[in-house]
């Protein structure tokens, strides 16, 4: 019986042993070069894995990227199991990894004050005919980690969810979070409902360890914060 014939693929393996797998359920810094690699090129053959295939090609190079990543398409090529469009799909994921060290890191955003939380948001709230509810995410040194559009609503209010809200916030690892929606009439002055949703995104935020620090509401070049004004 040949060696081979005892071979699972991929599909035939423990889940978390699977690649594709591993990185959901383990995030993509558990995997090792191979695997990252294998899922790249997607499937190995008959009598090898991806993964397998994958640690070949890089035992070729003495598992260095820095030379697999001069490796050519034509050079890729030749390994058993690797067409020209697997070897493409090496090729320019290696690049965009070179491509990412030469690009400048994006300036940290870190919200100190309300001030800050409306520099980030009133471009995306500005000139707008109908109300519009943001939030600004924030890790625990209150590094700004995105900025997400939770809903639209008309000229007089919009509807915000709190499942919603919290959903985002848990899907990004957010430590805190900031609330901002605009006032199209131009008046700055909270509603009984900013307020009353204000307190209980903040109350649901402390049971889910979530802080909500604030919620501002903008008009333009202009804003209320509901916790300096002390409404919350």
Known sequence: MSIYENKLGIKAWAEAD??????????????????????????????????????????????????????????????????????????????????????????????????????????????LPHEEFWMLLMNRANIVIGKYFVSKGGQAGTVVDPKIVFKIALEHGAASIVLAHNHPSGSLKPSSADINITKKLMELGKMMEIAVHDHIIVYNDTFLSLADEGYV
């Open 18 to 127: 699977r690649p594709r797998e591993k990185l959901l359920q383990q995030g993509r810094r558990q995997l090792t070069d191979a695997e990252l690699i294998a899922i790249l090129i997607g499937s190995g053959s008959r009598n090898e894995t991806a993964v397998d295939l994958s640690k070949r090609i890089l035992s070729s190079c003495q598992n260095d990227l820095h030379k697999l990543a001069q490796f050519s398409v034509k050079e890729l090529s030749k390994f058993k199991g690797i067409g020209e469009a697997k070897a493409i799909t090496i090729v320019a994921a290696l690049e965009l990894g070179r491509r990412r060290k030469d690009v400048e890191p994006a300036e940290v955003q870190k919200v100190t004050s309300s001030i800050d939380v409306h520099e980030m948001l009133k471009a995306d709230l500005a000139d």
